[in-house]
């Protein structure tokens, strides 16, 4: 049987989506099977309708994807939780969904699943590391085993950190091929740990 990885991700302009994309083809090359799940807003048209295309590109990654359930978690071997920064933090709309899993820690089922977790920023020196770092912390109380990339790549040493895979967007502009691979990386990393703890 497979290694079953969730990669649960919140992504406004597509930066973080294709880091979740690139981390999906690691994990399937692998022989992983993984479901990709956007977090949901949670504030309404009139607050979206303050950043131009936020409200157009929420709308075409939900209709690409499911937004991430207890049920998912509980299925996953592993659990990758993808976001943009906001302020050095992991944004609120996956905030939501990992404060969402209380119940299936008060029975014990998020220990011993691996977590790990990426980022993406608007600027250089925007809060990835620390963001990703941020997310530890309830993997963590989760009981959680946290896999990090580590410089366990060359990739890493071109891009991303060694906490998780990164991307530094400017405006507009998509990760960068270097940064692409690192998250590629991740998910073969992810997905070779969880099939070692599981005897695959």
């Not at 302009?13 to 692998?30: F, N, P, R």
């Not at 799940?37 to 990654?61: H, I, K, L, S, T």
């Not at 990426?118 to 997310?135: K, P, R």
Request: hydrophobic share 40%; proline share 5%.
């Amino acid at each position: 049987m497979s290694t079953k990885i969730l990669i649960a991700f919140y992504s406004r302009g597509g930066s973080t989506e294709a880091l979740a994309k690139a981390i999906a083809e690691g994990a399937k090359a692998e022989g992983a099977e993984v479901r990709l799940r956007r977090a949901r807003e949670f504030c309404g048209p009139e607050v979206m309708a303050q950043a131009a295309g936020w409200q157009e590109a929420a709308d075409r990654m939900n209709a690409l994807y499911e937004a991430p359930t207890t049920d998912d978690a509980d299925w996953a071997d592993a659990i990758i939780f993808g976001t943009p920064t906001r302020f050095g933090n992991p944004s609120a709309e996956l905030k939501a969904y990992i404060d969402s899993l209380g119940g299936l820690w008060f029975q014990g089922k998020m220990n011993g699943k691996i977590g790990s977790a990426f980022a993406s920023t608007q600027s250089l020196h925007g809060g990835n590391e620390t963001t990703i770092v941020t997310l530890y912390n309830p993997m963590a109380h989760l009981g959680m085993i946290i896999v990090p990339t580590g410089y366990a790549d060359p990739a890493v040493f071109k891009a991303g950190t060694p906490y998780g895979a990164s991307a530094v967007s400017g405006v507009s502009a998509l990760p960068t091929p270097d940064e692409l691979e690192v998250a590629q990386f991740q998910g073969r990393r992810v997905a070779q740990v969880a099939g070692k703890l599981r005897g695959a």
